[in-house]
């Protein structure tokens, strides 16, 4: 089946404009997750959404990050006013609900972000 | 909190040779354990997990790892290598259990030497 998508691939934007990334899960999982992976940093959670619980926004670095999950399935993740210092790929996984899965996450390709 | 740590940032090693990558974790045992591997330009791939069930898993490509408690350890190896192992592998820990977002290691980058 299909798995996890995210859009665009790749994004060039200039310092302070504002982007948005795409995420489609995996048909039917209740869990979305966005992480960072940048070169100093290594691989940081970002946001996590369970079903129609209140979203986990405890990884978000600034107030500039922010995410929303529309009828518990197709997500954005918009920047605003992007820094350079937010180049860096942009993963997203989803999980489905049930003890057979054991919170093993399902990643999808990535959106390589680079701020001029 | 959850931390893990992978040894060796770049590890290289002969086309045939033993697989050896490096993961500790912090010293509270984590409901589960994964180890994903990420070929260039690409997400990343579940190659095995630890549930508790059995201490030594066995995952793709002829990858396993083995749970070792006394050593905080899980480690991951692979008798033979070949020259499409060549990838970035992560060592990721669960916060709890269920869904809920993992802790990664900082990466450790195979090469593989024909």
């Known amino acids: 089946g299909a798995g996890v998508s995210q859009s665009p691939s790749n994004k060039v934007t200039e310092k302070g404009k504002d982007v948005e990334l795409r995420c489609d899960p995996i048909?039917?999982?209740?869990?979305l997750y966005w992480y960072r992976q940048s070169l100093g940093q290594g691989l940081e959670f970002l946001i996590y959404?369970?079903?129609?619980?209140?979203?986990?926004k405890s990884g978000l670095p600034s107030d500039r990050f922010s995410a929303e999950r529309t009828g518990g399935s197709v997500s954005t993740l918009t920047i605003q006013r992007t820094q350079q210092e937010d180049s860096a790929v942009y993963l997203c996984?989803?999980?489905?609900?049930?003890?057979?899965?054991?919170?093993?996450?399902?990643f999808g390709p990535g959106t390589r972000l680079l701020v001029l | 909190a959850q931390s893990v740590t992978q040894l060796g940032s770049h590890v290289s090693v002969s086309e045939g040779a033993l697989v050896l990558l490096r993961c500790n974790y912090s010293s509270s045992v984590p409901p589960y354990l994964f180890w994903y591997v990420q070929y260039p330009n690409q997400g990343l791939q579940l190659l095995l997990k630890?549930?508790?069930?059995?201490?030594l898993v066995k995952g793709i490509n002829g990858f396993e790892a083995e749970f070792k408690k006394s050593e905080t350890s899980f480690h991951l190896t692979k008798p033979s290598a070949h020259m499409s192992d060549a990838a970035e592998y992560f060592c990721a820990v669960s916060r709890a259990a269920g869904n809920t977002p993992l802790v990664f290691g900082k990466g450790t980058r195979l090469s593989v030497i024909a």
């Open positions: 048909s039917g999982h209740t869990a």
């Open positions: 959404f369970q079903g129609n619980s209140a979203p986990d």
């Open positions: 630890y549930t508790s069930a059995a201490t």
């Open positions: 996984a989803s999980s489905p609900r049930g003890q057979t899965f054991r919170g093993t996450q399902y």
